[in-house]
C-alpha cells in the first residue's frame, strides 16, 4: 500500500525497500539523494548522476530530509557497508567509475535514452 506523505513527490510503499522514504515512481530512496549530495554534488549535479529524477524531486527529496533527519539518517545508517569490507581495489574503481560516468556526456545520454 502506498502511503502519501507530505511532500509532493515523496511516498513510502510497504512492497518497495520495506516502507523505506522513496521519490514516487521509482525505487530511488531519499537516502540515496541525501547520500549524493554528501559525496559533494550539487543538487543541480544529481539529475546528471540519475537522469531518471527531475531537479523538483530532488529538491523534495532534500526538504524531507531536513525534516527527518534522524529517521533518514538510521537509513543510512543501517545501508552503509562498513570500511573494513571494502575492499580497496574495488573501493577505487567503483569511485573512479562514478567520476567517469559523471563526466562523461556520452553516457548521459545513452541513460536518457534508457
Known sequence: MIQ???NRYIVRNEKILSGEPIIKGTRTPVRAIVE???Q??????IPNLLPHLTLAQ?????????EHQEE??????RNRIPDELIDPLVE???????????LDEDVHV???DL
Open 4 to 6: 502519501i506523505t507530505e
Open 36 to 38: 549524493t549530495g554528501r
Open 40 to 45: 559533494g554534488f550539487l543538487p543541480e549535479e
Open 58 to 66: 530532488i529538491f523534495d527529496a532534500l526538504s524531507y530530509y531536513s
Open 72 to 77: 533518514i539518517n538510521d537509513y543510512i545508517q
Open 92 to 102: 577505487g574503481y567503483v569511485n573512479q567509475l562514478f567520476i567517469e560516468l559523471y
Open 110 to 112: 545513452l541513460i536518457a
